[in-house]
């Protein structure tokens, strides 16, 4: 079944300004080293996990997240008979797997992509989204897919090809569901793990 987009603009806009405030993260790691980041990372990831599970299992905790963000929340987020993880958790998690398992340019476009593009395409989408096709629309996988091919062809270093390729995966990841079984992978998730591994296959196969 389909998810039903309830969020008003307004709150869609809060959402994905919180959303785009996640691309201090790669800024700061190309500054920084990966041990350093690393030793950011870990304790941010850990803090929002903690977060999601009193959320999950915490009666005091739940009110005060539901109270705090219920009007940014999807209908999947409340749902109170199922335990999730929520956004920024994820985006956390994407970080330091991104930190942990990939080359330092390949990890910040990555990122970078779904802190930028994503919040594009969810905006534009439901400003000017007429063509739907399951949850997204063609104008919001328009404008991740442009603003993805701006991003790969200003960062610093990284091959155009191996760019192009991670933008077009991206693109791909954030239009259709990404499932293993009956679980659905979170965006925040998915977007920048598959991208990153297409960048890394194509660097290690052609470069």
């Not at 209908?75 to 797997?97: D, P, S």
């Not at 080359?103 to 739907?132: C, M, Y």
């Not at 096709?133 to 960062?155: D, N, P, Y």
Request: charge should be neutral; proline fraction near 3%; glycine fraction near 6%.
């Amino acid at each position: 079944m389909e998810e039903t987009d309830r969020l008003e603009l307004r709150y869609e806009v809060a959402r994905k300004a919180i959303h785009l405030s996640s691309l201090s993260i790669p800024v700061i790691y190309w500054f920084i080293s990966r041990e350093l980041a690393l030793l950011l990372l870990s304790p941010l990831f850990c803090g929002f996990f903690l977060i999601d599970l009193l959320k999950n299992f915490s009666s005091p905790v739940s009110a005060w997240y539901h109270k705090t963000f219920g009007s940014m929340l999807r209908t999947h987020e409340l749902q109170g008979n199922k335990a999730y993880l929520n956004g920024a958790t994820h985006i956390v998690m994407a970080a330091l797997l991104l930190v942990l398992f990939f080359p330092k340019i390949i990890a910040v476009t990555a990122f970078t992509l779904v802190a930028i593009s994503d919040t594009l395409a969810a905006i534009v989408g439901k400003i000017f989204g007429k063509h739907r096709f399951g949850q997204k629309s063609l104008e919001g996988s328009a404008a991740f897919l442009l603003s993805a091919l701006c991003i790969v062809t200003v960062v610093p270093g990284l091959n155009l090809f191996i760019g192009v390729a991670m933008a077009i995966a991206a693109t791909i990841t954030e239009a259709f569901v990404v499932r293993i079984g009956d679980f659905k992978i979170d965006d925040n998730l998915a977007i920048p793990l598959i991208s990153a591994a297409v960048g890394l296959l194509g660097t290690l196969l052609f470069l």
